[in-house]
């Protein structure tokens, strides 16, 4: 390479590293909320399923950033800079000198640090004489700020003095009680919650912690018999430490108590005080969501389909197959339906409950082989839906059966500037083909594909006029359901259909 060139690329290379250190972190992080970063890929435990679900608490709540390490070993003070709060999901080797002592110096200068579970040993089992620590299988010398934070460590048995062994008994379900309701990760709490977990027993405790929680620990399960510490506080330097016991894995997570514990507690070790509330859900919705009625059966499908309908706090989902759906008047329980299903009749009554609904204004979204309904109800293909796929030549309608294919690779393009379209751009989708349907004059065609095995039009504005109904043909397996463009879609349709904007 030229040297004058390189010598160039090289000036160019550190102005635009310098301009990149100038940019304010508000670019990266979103603004007013703590910033999180979740310390992991290390584990005796599945940290992989665990991790997760840790970032998904923290992410339901609206209050958190979080981001994930999966090398904590790298970490340096400028990494770790811009953070409140540090979540150790780890329990592993040690991470060197550099990011260790990056850790010690980002909570004793005031800074959070929740630890979970096995992070409460991730360095290591002291032996009684407090020499060495090697729970990975190596021996390593003990990290003693980490114990100093976490306000704990493990030990060995010794047998001759009758100190047991730090551990657990039997996974089992107990109760873990607050014994200081007061403070500020409990306050409004219930006073005790169940959980299915490991209980920890025989930790070597800091005479400076603060204990919080505690469970019985039942000899009948392999426990020591006593009252257990689960849950604490602790100060390192001007840091606060918050340490939960609990969590072996994402069943044990699940519990409501650990779910609200867990979220703040990383909130008051992060700021001091708690702003969340005592029942915190991980699928929170808005008081106006929508309420959605997606109607299965007739049909078998994949139950990646549920996943379509995940992570929408403004709409809220009920399935109700067949024969169940129309029982009742729904009117005043939905504000859309979706169908899933693929039913040759419907009973009169239900017929009606049906029909009452979509002519009060209620949306309507019909995704793929529902469009295969009755077939024999004209009301439904011809007015409601505007398309029919033919299960059989149709002499009245001068056309032959429809036809399907599975597999194959689309390229979809949207059509017009229609609300449904907003955010989507031309895409492509491995999914089912329907090729030969009847679609009534006056459909606002809104994707099409020039595949030959399929018709030309792939979702459509039905032309009734009493309801906003959508038909999309696409949805047939994994491929589509879990493809971020048509949950989109999906989504974009129910909100429209119900009146309100994508």
Not at 242 to 257: K, P, R
Not at 332 to 356: A, G, S, T
Not at 364 to 384: G, P
Not at 411 to 438: F, Q, V
């Amino acid at each position: 390479m030229n040297t004058t060139l390189c010598a160039s690329f090289l000036v160019l290379s550190s102005l635009g590293l310098a301009a990149a250190q100038q940019i304010p972190d508000k670019f990266y992080f979103e603004e007013g909320k703590i910033r999180v970063l979740i310390l992991s890929g290390r584990n005796n435990h599945d940290w992989r399923s665990t991790t997760p679900h840790l970032r998904r608490i923290l992410d339901a709540t609206g209050k958190f950033d979080v981001r994930v390490t999966e090398e904590p070993a790298g970490l340096t003070a400028e990494t770790l800079r811009p953070y409140d709060v540090l979540v150790a999901d780890y329990c592993g080797p040690r991470w060197g000198a550099q990011a260790e002592a990056a850790v010690e110096a980002f909570v004793r200068s005031g800074k959070g640090l929740a630890v979970v579970h096995a992070a409460s040993y991730p360095f290591g089992i002291r032996n009684v004489l407090g020499e060495k620590m090697s729970n990975t299988g190596v021996t390593e010398k003990p990290w003693a700020a980490w114990a100093e934070m976490v306000g704990a460590s493990w030990r060995e048995a010794d047998e001759k003095k009758g100190i047991p062994k730090t551990g657990h008994g039997r996974r089992h379900s107990y109760d873990v009680k607050w014994k200081d309701p007061s403070h500020p990760i409990a306050a409004g709490l219930p006073a005790s919650f169940t959980t299915s977990d490991e209980l920890y027993f025989s930790f070597v405790l800091s005479p400076k912690i603060h204990v919080l929680a505690t469970a019985f620990n039942a000899k009948n399960e392999g426990g020591s018999g006593a009252d257990e510490p689960l849950i604490w506080t602790n100060q390192f330097g001007k840091g606060r430490v918050f340490q939960t016991a609990l969590g072996h894995d994402v069943h044990a997570m699940l519990a409501q108590g650990f779910i609200d514990s867990f979220a703040r507690g990383v909130e008051w070790s992060a700021r001091s005080t708690v702003t969340l509330p005592a029942l915190i859900s991980i699928d929170p919705k808005t008081k106006d969501a929508l309420r959605v009625l997606l109607v299965t059966g007739g049909h078998d499908h994949e139950a990646s389909l549920y996943g379509v309908f995940e992570h929408m706090p403004d709409i809220r989902v009920t399935v109700d197959p067949h024969p169940a759906a129309f029982r009742r008047d729904l009117r005043k329980v939905f504000d859309v339906i979706v169908f899933y299903d693929m039913l040759p009749e419907m009973p009169e009554v239900q017929q009606k409950r049906l029909r009452d609904f979509a002519e009060s204004g209620k949306g309507i979204v019909v995704l793929h082989h529902a469009i295969a309904n009755h077939q024999n109800w004209e009301w439904w293909w011809k007015d409601l839906v505007g398309g029919k796929y033919l299960l059989k030549d149709e002499p009245s309608l001068s056309m032959k059966m429809s036809t399907y294919k599975h597999d194959v690779d689309l390229r979809i393009e949207p059509s017009g500037k229609h609300p449904i379209l907003k955010g989507l751009s031309s895409a492509w989708m491995r999914d089912e083909t329907y090729k030969g349907m009847w679609r009534a004059p006056g459909t606002e065609v809104l994707l099409t594909t020039k595949h030959e095995t399929s018709d030309e039009a792939l979702a459509w504005v039905s032309p009734y006029a009493m309801s906003k109904v959508v038909f999309i043909q696409l949805g047939h397996g994994r491929e589509a359901h879990e493809n971020p463009w048509y949950r989109r879609l999906v989504r974009n349709a129910i909100l429209w259909s119900s009146g309100r904007q994508p």
